[in-house]
């Protein structure tokens, strides 16, 4: 299934997108999207007949925002330098381990909302990634091959970075990945049923039209499964949990000088195959 929210932001209401690609209303069905539905079997079942019957009321597409497709998130957990290729353009070892870093749940938009520049920014940068949506708390898994049972689907992630306060103004990584609007997310939860092998997805972005990143997950270093099984010995993973998962070479950071870094007016696009496809305008904050 593909899970969507829509309305104004804080104000959405749970919507499916059918095989038609018709937008249908959830709302008489499951009051959102979120932990609490994804890590209810039955209540995912009724959403799945309601669908094959054909009885979810049609919603106008038209002028309609798409939010985040989970509502409630309480932590999006990030996995860095997580492609082969990525880590060779910035110049830097492959990790033995994998780099776990931690985004604030309130830097997460809609997938076409404005992705505002911070004040000061000199160095604002882009990374489409593949998002992993939890469904069943993972404490402790024990195997890669279990840590896919706790995955309830996966959805498409910018995860936007300052890269100057990331890297140059000391302490941690999260003064760089933290600024307001730096998640946009979605614009589709598709469920896990329906991506076989999250280790065989196309991920593109494009700047003002330009193609900029071009990559697949099969160059993760650290695959989905072992990513969810190693976050969750240091961590719980609780329904409802986003894990960005890395991104692929093309960044800003990685280009020759005068790195193109975004500035507000710049267009972004992104996308991952069969998780549908972002676009954001910058804004100055």
């Keep these: ?33 979120d932990g609490a539905l994804l890590s209810d079997a039955s ?20 002028g309609l925002r798409t939010g985040p497709p989970v509502a409630r998130i309480g932590k999006v957990v990030c996995i860095g ?19 776990v870093f931690l985004k604030a749940a309130d830097t997460v938009v809609g997938p ?56 140059e103004r000391g302490g941690t990584w999260d003064k760089g990945k933290n600024c307001e609007t730096f998640n946009p997310l979605g614009p589709w939860l598709v469920t896990a049923d329906e991506v076989p092998d999250p280790q065989a997805l196309s991920l593109k972005l494009w700047v003002n039209g330009e193609l900029k ?39 800003a950071m990685g280009q020759p000088e005068p790195k193109p870094f975004l500035r507000a007016g710049d267009v972004v696009e992104l996308e991952v195959e069969g998780l549908g496809r972002q676009r954001q305008e910058l804004k100055d904050a």
């Excluded at 209540?43 to 038209?62: C, E, I, K, N, S």
């Design 81 to 99: 330098l997580n492609y082969h290729d990525h880590a060779a353009e910035t110049g830097q070892a492959t990790p033995a381990e994998p780099v």
């Design 112 to 167: 076409d909302d404005t992705v505002l520049v911070p004040r000061a920014s000199r160095k604002t940068d882009w990374e489409v990634e593949l998002a992993v949506v939890i469904g069943r708390t993972a404490r402790y898994v024990e195997s890669a091959e279990a840590a896919l049972a706790h995955v309830a689907g996966y959805a498409v992630a910018h995860d936007v970075s300052e890269r100057e306060f990331q890297t």
């Design 43 to 62: 209540a995912l079942d009724r959403v799945r007949a309601a669908a094959g019957a054909g009885v979810l009321p049609a919603l106008d597409p038209t």
């Design 213 to 251: 990143q071009d990559g697949s997950t099969a160059d993760q270093i650290f695959p989905v499964a072992e990513v969810v099984r190693y976050v969750s010995q240091f961590m719980t993973l609780y329904p409802g949990d986003v894990i960005n998962t890395g991104t692929p070479s093309g960044v």
């Design 1 to 33: 299934m593909k899970l969507l929210r829509v309305g104004t932001a804080g104000a959405e209401r749970p919507a499916l997108l059918d095989r038609d690609g018709v937008l249908r209303d959830l709302s008489a069905i499951v009051p959102d999207i």
